[in-house]
T-cell receptor, first 114, second 111 residues
Framework: NAGVTQTPKFQVLKTGQSMTLQCAQDMNHEYMSWYRQDPGMGLRLIHYSVGAGITDQGEVPNGYNVSRSTTEDFPLRLLSAAPSQTSVYFC?????????????FGEGSRLTVL | KQEVTQIPAALSVPEGENLVLNCSFTDSAIYNLQWFRQDPGKGLTSLLLIQSSQREQTSGRLNASLDKSSGRSTLYIAASQPGDSATYLCAVRPAYHKLVFGKGTKLTVNP
């Protein structure tokens, strides 16, 4: 009954370091996405994927890379961390367009860049 | 560009009160609308999903309505409890790949 699992839950980085936030879902969902949540800005879409091998940019993609080699996993890579990337990151998934499209979220990954 | 607004930003009520949270959106061309709950430091929990062809959905003490023509949705909470204290977020899905979120209403239910 795992749903959407994100790791790590907390991370502190120094400016310029790189890291990967992991996201896995066990619901066989086609759609997966990454959002960041910042005070006063709400949730903003970073990248999304509509199936294995298919990814695209969202509203705020700069500084982030994604890949989707399997249906289950959708990692988010920070290439060279900047203080502006301090945020809470959420991974979300939903079934394909022919289904209800209800979005399920992970518990979040809290990232601080010093 | 689709924009979602939630008013009020914060709401404080005594326990037992019935209350309504409001969500408005600027473009009626949506795939569906979803209400979420977020507790401090936690992820988003889906409460109710209303497809574009539906008018309302109910789950326990919660009832959500959708009026696409006026660009409005309401979340009705009956007999509020302190455990209902959380931030409630509304999101519309204008396309399959994208959700647009409001900034939420922070609800406090006082014992």
């Amino acid at each position: 009954n795992a749903g959407v699992t994100q790791t790590p839950k907390f991370q502190v980085l120094k400016t310029g370091q790189s890291m990967t936030l992991q996201c896995a879902q066990d619901m066989n969902h086609e759609y997966m996405s990454w959002y960041r949540q910042d005070p006063g800005m709400g949730l903003r879409l970073i990248h999304y994927s509509v199936g294995a091998g298919i990814t695209d940019q969202g509203e705020v993609p700069n500084g982030y890379n994604v890949s989707r080699s399997t249906t289950e996993d959708f990692p988010l890579r920070l290439l060279s961390a900047a203080p502006s990337q301090t945020s809470v990151y959420f991974c979300a998934s939903s079934a394909g367009a022919q289904n209800t499209g209800e979005l399920f979220f992970g518990e979040g990954s809290r990232l601080t860049v010093l | 560009k689709q924009e979602v607004t939630q008013i009020p930003a914060a709401l404080s009520v005594p326990e037992g009160e019935n209350l309504v949270l409001n969500c408005s959106f600027t473009d009626s061309a949506i795939y569906n609308l979803q209400w979420f709950r977020q507790d401090p430091g936690k992820g988003l929990t889906s409460l109710l999903l209303i497809q574009s062809s539906q008018r309302e959905q109910t789950s326990g003490r919660l009832n959500a309505s959708l009026d696409k023509s006026s660009g409005r949705s309401t979340l009705y909470i009956a007999a509020s409890q302190p455990g209902d204290s959380a931030t409630y977020l509304c999101a519309v899905r204008p396309a399959y790949h994208k959700l647009v979120f409001g900034k939420g209403t922070k609800l406090t239910v006082n014992p």
